[in-house]
Structure formats: C-alpha cells, structure tokens
C-alpha cells in the first residue's frame, strides 16, 4: 500500500508564504536601484566618450558614499521589526524617525565635504585631463542628492521593519521611471548635457525620498508618534550603525583587493574580473532579497519573545538561501554561453573567465547561506558580532589574495580566494547561530 504523502508542517507554510511576500518585492527594489546608474550611462554616453569616463568617475564615488551608510537600512529595520513584534507600533515609528533625522544630519555632512573636495576627489580616482570637468560637474550636482539618498535607505528599513517591502519596490520602480524622463529631458531637449543628467538623478532622489517621507509621517500620525528630532535616540541609531558600518567597510575592502590584484594580473583578467564582478553582483542581489526578508522577520520573533519562531525561521530561511544558491549556480553555468560573449568577443578574455566563473557557479549554495545568516544576525541587532566576523574574514582573505600574483592560479586561483573569503563568512556566521547568543528578545536589544 502507497503511503499518502505527508502535509507540510503549517509552520513551514507561514514561513515560506512570509519569505516570499517580503523576498520578492525586495529583489525588485534592490535591483531598480543600479538601473539609476544604467540610466545614466546610458543616456550621457551618446554625449561623447569624455562625458561617460567622467560619469563612470563620479558613479562610483556616489556609489561608494552611500553604500557605506547602508547601515542606515538594516539597523533601522532590525530596530522597527522588533517593536512591531512587541506590538508597539508608536515606537516602531519613533525609532524610524530617528533613523531618518540621522540620514538627513550625515546626508548633510557628505555633502559639504564633497562639494568643496569634488575636483580633488575626481583627480584621486585617476579620471584624465578630458574627462575631470565633466566628473566633476556631475559629483557637485549629484552631491545635493546624496541626503535623499541617505533618507530613502532609512525610511526603506522603516518600511521593512513593519513588513512592508512592497511600498519599496513601486516608489523605486516610480523613481525610475521619472529619472530615465528627466534624464532625457535635460540633457537633449534642455541642452543641459551631463549637468543634465545629474539634475535629473537629484530629482529623482528627492521625490523618492518626499515620497517615502509622506507615508511614514502618515503613519505616524495615525499611531501617535512624534516627529520632532530626538537626541537620545538619533544617538543611539547611530551606535547601532557604527558595527555594521565596520562590516561594511571591510566588506568594501575585501572587493578593493581583489580588483587591486585582478589588475596586476594584467589587462585580460582585470577584464574578465570585471564581468565576474558584475555577474557576482547581480546574484548578490537574489540572494540579499532573501536576508532582506530574515532581517524583518527575525525582527519581528524576537521583539514578540518568541525564540522558537525565530528559530524555525532562521532554518527556513538556510534551507532558501541553499536552494537559491544550488539555482544560481545551475542557472550560471548553463547560461554562460549565452550572457559571456555579451560582454567580451574577446577570445583571451572569455577562456580566462570561464574556469574562474565556473568556481563563483559552485560557490553559489555557501553564499545563499552566509547572506541569510548575515540578514539573521542583523535582524536580531547582532551588529557587533557581525563586525568582527567580517574583520576576521578580512584577516584571512588578504594575505591570500595578495599572494596570487606571485604564486599563480591567475583569475580562477583570485575567485578561489574570494571562495574561501565566503567559507570563513559562512563558519563565523553558523558558529553564531548556533550557539544561540543572538536569540536575545524584547522590543529593544
């Protein structure tokens, strides 16, 4: 007799339905927001070669500054989740607000550094004599963007936090929208030329961030919560920052060091390294969307005391991030032939790629786990673990990197290393988990 096959446990249903309703409008915001870049590259590289080298300079300062303040959202989720599970939503808000009143206080901070230091931080990256006026012009103009920028992090992991990723996913799909217009718009129909499009982008951002700011204060009002600036607790939005700001940042250094060394390997693995880097990037951003929701979640368990459900979720979610990653990685290695000749025709080029990329299409399942751990850790606040893991992981990685060169292995042996930068990740993150230390519950930690 054939035995019936067992139901799915309801839990596991709930979780999976919770997965996938915060997962997927995630992924839809995270990727919107480098289609900005996209945009922009787009539109000012019909302008001249000079004007798109100066683009791509002053992109990847704007980049770089506000992707080390992501911190932004995911301490401000961590923090909003675990008061809506505590069932305080005046609170949530509250703490929501202060992550808001800090973006708009280092938002102005980086702008006026930036628009004094724009020509000399334009020379530091090296952009050429033709190439400068127009980077410059960009990165000053762009610069008066930056505090929306900073605002729309913070009020998107106020939004995460109260289980709301959709909200994120149409106002960056609006922001878009209008930008590719306006981009268009002021750079061929106003005669604007980069200048343009970077005006265009500072619109962009700031109706985003109005935007966003009317469905918080919205929400605030509805719940009775204050809106003015609170020292006490911008101060303490900030101390919850500062451990994933050092996360970040070795983050940020473990990518330098590998780029620094695929450029000494030589022109054709630099090349292929960047395209790598970029595909790397993309399923950084699947797999993010599935940590997204984790933050969130675990949030949530533990502001509601419940260390079983955070639990169950924490499982759940590995058992996603494995999956997730065992289909990337699938997905990588049958599509090779199809997405690798859209970035090169170069034959050298392609044969260095393929091995290195085959070892990223492995590594795919020990990523999905150690970006849904990461997403774990931050929803409980676990910031100050999080940080010395990733000093840890820095620690290891660099000197192996930085004997590439000089022992051999080239592109394959560099993305090796990034292999092995992604396994001491994945021990450091699931000693953490279980030992069961970041189970620590209440509407604060």
Known sequence: MTKAPTAQPPSRRRHDREIIALAVPAFGALVAEPLFVMVDSAVVGHLGTPQLAGLAVAAALLTTAVSIFVFLAYATTAAVARQVGAGDLASAIRQGMDGIWLALLIGAAVVAVTLPLAPWLVDIFG????ASPYATTYLRISSLGIPAMLVVLAATGVL??????RTPLYVA?????????????????????????????????????????????????????????DAAGIRASAQAGVPLLVRTL???????????????????????????????????????????????????????????????????????????????????????????????SDTSVQDTLLPALLVVALSQP????????DGVLMGAGDGRYLAWAMILTLAVFAPVALLVPSLGGGLTALWAAMTLMMIVRLVTLWIRMRSGRWLVTGATR
């Open 127 to 130: 952009a050429s004599d033709t």
């Open 160 to 165: 995460r936090g109260l289980q709301d990723t």
């Open 173 to 229: 799909i609006g922001g878009f929208t209008v930008n590719g217009a306006l981009n268009v718009g002021l750079v061929y129909g106003a005669g604007l030329g980069i200048a343009g499009s970077a005006w265009g982008t500072v619109i962009a951002q700031m109706g985003m961030a109005l935007v966003y700011l009317i469905v918080v204060v919205r929400g605030a009002r509805r719940h009775g919560a204050s809106l003015r600036p």
């Open 250 to 344: 070795s983050l940020r250094a473990v990518l330098m060091i590998a780029t620094a060394v695929a450029a000494r390997l030589g022109d054709t693995d630099i090349a292929a390294h960047q395209i790598i880097l970029s595909l790397w990037s993309l399923t950084a951003f699947a797999l993010d969307a599935i940590a997204i929701a984790g933050q969130a979640i675990i949030g949530r368990y533990l502001g509601a005391d419940d260390t079983k459900g955070a639990r169950e979720a924490c499982r759940r979610m590995v058992q996603w991030g494995i999956a997730s990653g065992m289909v990337l990685g699938v997905v990588i290695v049958l599509a090779r032939p199809l997405f690798v000749p859209l970035f090169t």
């Open 366 to 373: 020990i990523s999905g786990v150690v970006f849904v751990l």
